[in-house]
């Protein structure tokens, strides 16, 4: 394959970007969305705060925008996030207990009847773990221990249609804590039939000594669980070309990997911009790791 796209269409799997409404207006964007990639997450339209900032009162065109342009060229979505302790509608902050457990409930229902049918997958819970491998305090994590499996089970009756990720970062290696953490709640999740069918690592990478071996290990250890895994977030510090090859690498390696998402294209796009971590830079001209990540996807 000589796009992203065509190359990992070669083992099934989709090479995927994340955009804000606000790429819509961006010709160099678009142009290289549409050439390279196959799979759009929207960055902000789709969170919680975004789809329904007042009780009950959901707003769906921002996100609806994104939708329609990337089906419109071809792409499927991914839907990020359900449920997280950021990016909160603001009337959640007024409610605790019961009262949240049931907005967030609500919520799920409200954003998933809208997209039903329509998404490929859904990250239903978004970073529920702390570093240390134990649950993350928040709000919703206040309302009881059983408040991801309940938005799991939410959103499975909302749209059987969709698969269902848990998705955060620093789950990439596999002696650390928190990926631990979270390779244990899956395995918990899959022995007591909680429906879940992914598990998607942000894979924000700073460094990768542990590439592609030990991040293989992790990958092919969540699939073994029975769960599809992917790289959702990616971006490496100055887009380490090394570091982009063992990634992907890592992802071919391990069937049940079913594709990888950078987040943004070009290195204007990114929330790291500063370190210029993406495979574009800001004339939209492919750097040497789009070349490793293309050669790696397809090796395969
Ligand atoms: O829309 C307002 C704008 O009106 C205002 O002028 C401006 C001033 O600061 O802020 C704008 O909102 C910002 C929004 O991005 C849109 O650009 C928010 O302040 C800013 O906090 C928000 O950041 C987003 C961040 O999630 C928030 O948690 C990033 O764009 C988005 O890339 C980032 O994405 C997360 C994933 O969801 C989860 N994993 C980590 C990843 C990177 O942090």
């Known amino acids: 394959g000589t796009t992203l796209k065509a190359a990992a269409e070669r ?3 989709y090479f995927g970007a994340a955009m804000g409404r606000d790429r819509l207006n961006d010709q160099g964007f678009l142009t290289i969305a549409n050439r390279e990639f196959d799979m759009m ?4 339209e789709m ?4 789809t329904e900032p007042s009780r009950g009162q959901f707003s769906f065109a921002a ?3 994104i939708y329609n342009w990337a089906v419109q060229h071809g792409m499927r979505l991914r839907g990020h996030t359900l449920a997280w302790h ?4 603001r009337f959640w902050s007024s409610l605790s207990g ?3 457990r049931q907005a967030m409930i609500d919520h799920i229902n409200g954003v998933m009847a809208h997209y039903k049918g329509k998404l490929a997958y859904w990250d239903v819970v978004n970073e529920a773990f702390a570093e240390n491998g134990s649950r993350r305090n928040s709000n919703l994590q206040a309302t009881g221990n059983d408040w991801i499996e309940a938005a799991f089970r939410a959103a499975r009756a909302a749209d059987p249609s969709v698969k269902l990720c848990y998705n955060d970062y620093n789950i990439e290696n596999w002696t650390y804590a928190k990926t631990q953490g979270v390779y244990n709640m899956i395995r918990d999740f899959k022995s007591r039939g909680v429906p879940i069918d992914c598990v998607g690592l942000q894979t924000h990478f700073t460094g990768g000594s542990s590439l592609p071996g030990n991040f293989q290990t992790t990958l092919s250890s ?9 790289l959702t977030e990616a971006d490496v510090t100055n887009a ?6 063992g990634l992907t690498q890592a992802c071919m390696n391990v069937p049940r990997c079913v594709g990888i998402t950078t987040w943004g294209i070009r290195d204007s796009d990114s929330w790291r911009g500063s370190e210029n971590p993406l495979l574009f830079d800001r004339n939209s001209n492919p750097k040497a790791a789009y070349s490793a990540v293309l050669n790696a996807l397809n090796a395969a």
Do not use: E, I, W
């Open 47 to 50: 969170k919680p705060d975004a």
């Open 86 to 89: 950021a990016q909160q509608p």
């Open 222 to 230: 969540f699939a073994a669980l029975g769960v599809d895994v992917a």
């Open 11 to 13: 083992s099934g799997r």
């Open 41 to 44: 997450t929207a960055v902000n």
């Open 63 to 65: 996100g609806d925008a």
């Open 240 to 245: 380490s070309a090394s570091q982009y090859q």
């Open 98 to 100: 019961s009262a949240l």
